[in-house]
């Protein structure tokens, strides 16, 4: 019986580093062309050689007319994805918080409030929100405004609240602790692997946003390197191995922060089924 | 008493509010007023600059009906739909079964590392699929030398389609799987014995505990795939441009083209409420369809 298990175990574990192969080579060949000397590109999956000859080309800041173009890019992505996944954060942490915790006059009214955006197609504000924002083109502002609050950040604060017994909240209250104080110092500590969830997952979907971007912050100054990898592509069609390195760059700084925090999201990811 | 109470309601009123400013306002500014303004929108036409603009009722509308393309991105909208959600729904099913039968040790592990492809943007997964196929990549002159296929993948409207409908499954089964996975750890142990000892194992046990017991999650999970069958913008953008023949094309890509390259607002606003509708028809039939499903099997 303990042989035949471990036969079998044997044999899931390799299906599942076939599946594994099949499932990273995407990533492993984006990795490997990046470092491929410029003329073996997409020759072969792992060139004879590798070299930083595409890096050098996007970091070094040697271009002609916009140099810099790609570090700008890169920055500007930080720029615009930091500051939404903060406030994403601590609007749902208040809103969670309020929603679920405080009898407040209007908290039904709020919760079927966010009911409805949540199962609302965004499509049809694209148009007017771009009308509205126009002036605020090519600036920061008018980047981060729009996409900074989510209902689904803040459906994940609810549903944890609500998993949380009011108990602790009252007693806090009859402790003689403020709202401000039963926030950061029960609320807060109490949400971490939410938080981490959250920031983490509107960090990376405003990184990788395409279409607002493009839309708002058209001057090449102001692209994100998502949207800089976009116009460039067809120009750059000849020179693959600056492209697929400023794929990796887009796409590794975003895996290395998930796997560093890989061990919330068992604890997330259980009660985001509630 | 009646003091306190009244005492702890304004206090709670007033936090309650408070705390809930940051999302009024943004709802008012950047869903209520667009909305409005949207509807308003379907009903004119006007290029967004000039400062003419003619009220032409229902016209953006039926003009839909003798547009190309607002056709196709309708159609597409099913033809997208229907393989991405079922091959999405079969290999997260895979996939989630597959690591909860794994030893508890590297559960966790595989999990984040199925999960990775989720991570990655929609524009560096074009650029990869965009060179691997080109004409003169190793992948392609291996195909014509060794197999004599010579393949167009991008001119050939077939394989263009299932391109775009690999990348998606490729990207969001992990993600679904992991989901599927939470629900299936989450059956009760006493049930899982129960089976056990009636000798319910392999295929049965899948059919008959297994599935019912995580069918609220598998809705949720064909919910989400039908929802994001309909947000397809980034790859038809990058690597068909909609085409050829307006085989891969989106109502995304169509509302933006027509928006904002043929600046025709009324016209992509008119575009927008009849996706919106379609994706609202959907999701209602899908979920009503997995109730009954649910009423049915469900435990």
Known sequence: MKTRSKAKTAILIVITVILLIFSLFPLFYMIFQSFAPWDQVDKAVVSSRLTLRSYRYLLGGSGTDNAWMWVRSLLNSLIVSLPTAVISVLVGLGVGYSVTKLKFLGRKFIYQSLLFQMFFPVVILLVPRYMMIKPLANHYSGMILPLCISTWAIFMYINYFVTLPNEIFEAAKIDGLGELGIITRIAVPMTKSVTVIVFLSMFMTRWNELMWDMLVAPDIKMQTLNVLISTQFRSMGNFPGPMYAASVLLTLPIIVMFLCASKYFKEGISFMLK | ?299
């Open chain 2, 1 to 299: 008493m009646a003091e306190k109470i009244s005492q702890k309601s304004r206090r709670d009123n007033a936090a309650g509010w408070l705390l809930n400013i940051p999302y009024l306002a943004y709802t008012l500014v950047f869903f209520l007023i667009p909305l409005v303004w949207a509807i308003w929108l379907s009903t004119m036409d006007w290029n967004m600059m000039s400062p003419d603009k003619t009220f032409v009722g229902f016209k953006n509308f039926t003009d839909l009906l003798h547009n190309s393309k607002a056709i196709a991105a309708f159609v597409n909208g099913f033809r997208y739909l229907i393989p991405i959600v079922i091959l999405c729904f079969i290999f997260g099913l895979l996939l989630a079964l597959l690591i909860s039968a794994l030893p508890e040790k590297i559960k966790g592990i595989v999990a984040v590392l199925f999960f990775i492809p989720y991570l990655t943007s929609g524009v560096a997964t074009s650029v990869v699929i965009r060179f691997f196929f080109s004409y003169n990549s190793a992948f392609n002159i291996f195909l014509r030398n060794r197999l004599h296929w010579d393949i167009a993948w991008f001119q050939n409207p077939t394989t263009a389609f299932w391109i775009i409908v690999g990348i998606i499954v490729w990207k969001m089964s992990g993600y679904y799987a992991l989901f599927l996975l939470a629900a299936i750890e989450g059956i009760s142990p006493d049930v899982s014995e129960a089976a056990a000892l009636d000798g319910s194992v392999g295929f049965h046990r899948l059919i008959h505990i297994t599935l019912p017991m995580i069918l609220p999650t598998l809705t949720t999970v064909i919910v989400l795939a039908a929802g994001l069958a309909f947000g397809i913008y980034t790859e038809p953008y990058l690597l068909t441009g909609g085409g050829p023949n307006n085989a891969t094309t989106t109502w995304l890509l169509e509302i933006y083209n027509t928006s904002f390259t043929s600046f025709k607002s009324g016209s992509g606003a008119a575009m927008a409420i009849i996706n919106a509708l379609q994706i609202f028809v959907i999701i209602q039939l899908i979920t009503w369809l997995m109730n009954k499903l649910n009423k049915k099997y469900g435990v």
